[in-house]
C-alpha cells in the first residue's frame, strides 16, 4: 500500500464522506472531501490526488463528468465510481467512460479499501490505457436488478466490455443465462456480428458435432448438402452453447481441440476451417462434481471457465421480485395491446414470500398469465395462482421489520447511544427464541431445531437473557 497517498472522496451525502474519510484514514491515507464537482474542479487547478472516489448523482452535475476534466488536464489519475442508483448500461457506461472501478451502494467499507490498494498500486509494465472513446449502445436484451448479487453481475459485465474472453454463466433453469449471454456479446467487441445460440442438451448426441462443426455432402445418410455447423454462422461473432454439461464426452474432446487450436473440420471434409467465434456456455449443472466423476473433461472445463458469472435463484433476490414483475407487466401489456396490470402492494408482498423455483421465467409467465386473467386494473393477492396467493401472510409489520429497525437505529445514533449492534442482536435473539418456544409449546429440542441452534446452545442463550433481564429489573429498582 502507498502510506500517505492523498484521496480525494466526492459525494454530497455528508454521512457517506465522514464514513469513508474516517475509513481510509485508518488505512493510512490523507483524505480530502468535496461535495460536488465545482469545488472538486477549483481544487484540480493546484492539487491532484492519487485516487478519487466521486458518487455519480451529484447537485450540480454528473460525477462521471469529472473523468473528462482530468483527462483534458493531462491527468492519469484512478476514478472509482459510487451510485445508489446502479443499473446494467449505467455500469457498462462507467467502464466505457474509464473508471478503475465502480461501487454500488451501500459498498462494503473492506471492499472501498481493497480497490483503493489497487488503484494506488504502480500499473504493471505494458498496462494498455483505457479505450474511453469506445461507446456501445445496449441492444433489447435488459438485464434489472437492485440486489447486490445482481449489482456484481453488472460489474462484470462492465469489466469485459473490451474483451472476447470465454465465459462461463452458472445457476438454476430459468435464471437468465442466455439473456447474460446476450447482454455480454452486445456490449463486447463482436457486438456488430451474428449471436448464435446452441442448446446442447436439446439436439440429439449424434446430430451435435454436425449441429457444431457442419457436414460435407454424403458425410453421413441424410446428408444430401453441405451445411455450414454454428462455428461457421457464428464468425466474428459469439457462439452460445447452453446446458454445456450435457455435451457427450467424445464431442468434448473435438470442442476442447477447437478452443485450444482454432481450426476444425466439418463432419466427412479435408479442409481445415478457422473458427473464429467467442464462446460463452452456461450450465445449470455443477461442472467440478462432474470433472470428479470423470463426466466432464477438467481440460476444457478450464477452458470454458476463464471469466465465472454465477447467476443467484430468484429466492435469493428477494428484493428484485416487484421491480422484475413491474417489467414484465409492463412488456406484456405492450406485446398483448393489453391495458397495463398494476401490482398491489399486498401483491407484491405475497410475489415476494414465494420461493419461485422456476426463477425468473417463472415469474415472466405468470405476469403474462395475470395481464390476460386478472379482470381489474390492479392485481389482487387472489388473482395470483394458488401456489402463491395461498402461501402464509407475514403480515405487512414483518414485511416491513428492516425499516423499523433502520428508524430505531437512526434514532439511537441521534440520541448518542453506542453498542447498537450487540443490543439489536440481543433482542433478536430474545424475539427469534420466544417466537421459536411459543410455536412448539416450550418444547427447547423441537425449538433448538427451529432455530437451527444445538439444545446446549439454547440453554446458554436462555441463560444470558434471563440474567439480562434480572439486571435490567435490579438497576430499575435502584
Not at 483534458?72 to 474509464?98: E, F, H, N, W
Not at 462455428?231 to 473435438?254: K, N, S, V, W, Y
Not at 481441440?257 to 449443472?285: C, F, K, M, P
Not at 406484456?332 to 426463477?359: H, I
Request: with cysteine.
Amino acid at each position: 500500500m502507498s502510506q500517505g497517498a492523498v484521496i480525494w472522496v466526492v459525494d454530497d451525502d455528508e454521512t457517506i464522506r465522514f464514513v469513508l474519510q474516517r475509513a481510509l484514514r485508518r488505512g493510512g491515507y490523507q483524505v480530502e472531501c468535496f461535495e460536488d464537482v465545482a469545488s472538486v474542479r477549483r481544487a484540480l487547478e493546484h492539487a491532484r490526488p492519487a485516487v478519487m472516489l466521486t458518487d455519480i448523482r451529484l447537485p450540480d452535475e454528473d460525477g462521471l463528468g469529472l473523468i473528462d476534466t482530468l483527462q483534458a488536464a493531462g491527468a492519469d489519475i484512478p476514478v472509482v465510481a459510487m451510485t445508489a442508483y446502479s443499473d446494467l448500461d449505467q455500469t457498462v457506461s462507467a467502464y466505457q467512460k474509464g473508471v478503475f472501478d465502480y461501487l454500488p451502494k451501500p459498498f462494503d467499507l473492506d471492499q472501498v479499501i481493497s480497490v483503493v490498494e489497487r488503484a494506488v498500486a504502480p500499473a504493471p509494465v505494458g498496462t494498455m490505457p483505457t479505450d474511453v472513446s469506445r461507446k456501445r449502445t445496449a441492444g433489447g436484451h435488459q438485464l434489472i436488478g437492485e440486489s447486490a448479487a445482481m449489482q456484481e453481475v453488472f460489474r462484470t459485465i462492465g469489466r469485459l466490455y473490451r474483451s472476447d474472453i470465454n465465459v462461463l454463466i452458472t445457476g438454476e433453469t430459468g435464471t437468465g443465462k442466455e439473456v447474460v449471454a446476450r447482454v455480454l456479446h452486445e456490449h463486447s467487441p463482436r457486438a456488430r456480428h451474428p449471436f448464435i445460440a446452441l442448446n446442447t442438451a436439446a439436439i440429439p448426441s449424434e446430430l451435435l458435432e454436425s449441429e457444431l462443426f457442419g457436414h460435407e455432402r454424403g458425410a453421413f445418410t441424410g446428408a444430401h448438402a453441405r451445411r455450414e455447423g454454428r462455428f461457421e454462422e457464428a464468425a466474428g461473432g459469439t457462439l452460445f452453447l447452453d446446458e454445456i454439461g450435457d455435451m457427450p464426452l467424445g464431442l468434448q474432446t473435438r470442442l476442447l481441440r477447437v478452443l485450444a487450436e482454432g481450426e476444425y473440420y466439418r463432419v466427412g471434409g479435408r479442409d481445415l476451417l478457422s473458427a473464429n467465434a467467442r464462446v460463452i456456455a452456461a450450465t445449470h449443472q455443477d461442472l467440478e462434481a462432474k470433472v470428479a466423476d470423470g463426466s466432464f473433461r477438467e481440460d476444457l472445463y478450464h477452458r470454458l471457465n476463464v471469466i465465472h458469472v454465477a447467476l443467484p435463484p430468484l429466492r435469493d433476490r428477494r428484493e428484485d421480485i416487484g421491480l422484475l414483475a413491474r417489467r414484465f407487466l409492463h412488456e406484456a401489456a405492450e406485446e398483448l395491446g393489453l391495458e397495463e396490470k398494476q401490482l398491489r402492494p399486498d401483491t407484491g408482498r405475497a410475489l415476494a414470500r414465494y420461493d419461485w423455483p422456476g426463477n425468473v421465467r417463472q415469474l415472466q409467465n405468470v405476469c403474462r398469465q395475470l395481464s390476460v386473467m386478472a379482470p381489474a386494473e390492479q392485481i389482487f393477492p387472489q388473482d395470483l395462482p394458488p401456489e402463491i396467493h395461498d402461501l402464509p401472510p407475514t403480515g405487512e409489520a414483518g414485511d416491513r421489520w428492516a425499516d423499523a429497525l433502520r428508524n430505531w437505529a437512526r434514532a439511537e445514533l441521534h440520541a448518542g447511544a453506542g453498542n447498537l449492534v450487540g443490543r439489536a442482536q440481543a433482542e433478536m435473539e430474545r424475539v427469534l427464541i420466544d417466537c421459536a418456544l411459543e410455536r412448539t409449546g416450550g418444547q427447547r429440542i423441537k425449538a433448538a431445531e427451529l432455530l437451527g441452534l444445538g439444545r446446549n446452545t439454547l440453554t446458554r442463550k436462555l441463560k444470558q437473557h434471563d440474567a439480562g433481564d434480572n439486571g435490567v429489573q435490579d438497576s430499575a429498582r435502584t
